[in-house]
Structures are given as C-alpha cells and as structure tokens.
C-alpha cells in the first residue's frame, strides 16, 4: 500500500507537470510537508509494533499495554497538532 501511493504521488507530479511550473513547484511542496507530517507518526507506530511485541513475547502484558497506550497516545497528539497548523494556515 507505501508503494502504490508513493507512485500515485510520483503519476500526480508527472500530471502537474504539465500545467506549468508554478503548479509543479507548489506540488512538490505540498508533497515533502505530507512525506514529513506523515513519517514521524509512522516511525513511531513500527517502533512501538516492535516495542509491544517483544513485550508480549517476554510476557509483561503490563508494559506492552503502557507502550501501545503511548503511542497511540502520541499519534493523536501529532494529529491534533498538524490539523491545529492547518486551520491557522487556511485562516
């Protein structure tokens, strides 16, 4: 599912590129904000993946719950955050 849409955004810029370069440029910015918004939750979503299972196998359900409820914590805090800075630059 990465694959597909990292080559939806790659047909997308191929697209704009042919409205002109402003379109192009203002594509790619839009593009590098949404790799970099994007990225951070996800780092920590597999770090947290792999954080519980190691717990779960060592069976200390007590930890593993605490660092799931953590990064599910911070995942929507990141969330609130980027819709925060969104709708102040839409204002």
Do not use: H
């Not at 203002?26 to 979503?45: D, R, T, Y």
């Not at 409820?69 to 925060?84: D, E, K, Q, R, S």
């Amino acid at each position: 599912m990465l694959c597909f849409e990292w080559w939806a955004f790659e047909l997308l810029a191929i697209f704009t590129g042919y409205m002109g370069v402003e379109a192009l440029a203002a594509e790619v910015v839009i593009i590098n904000i949404v790799s970099f918004v994007f990225m951070l939750p996800l780092g920590v979503s597999f770090a947290a993946s792999s954080l519980t299972g190691n717990f779960i196998g060592s069976r200390n359900i007590r930890l593993a719950k605490r660092y799931a409820n953590l990064a599910i914590t911070f995942c929507i805090l990141v969330t609130i955050g980027v819709l925060i800075l969104m709708i102040g630059f839409n204002d």
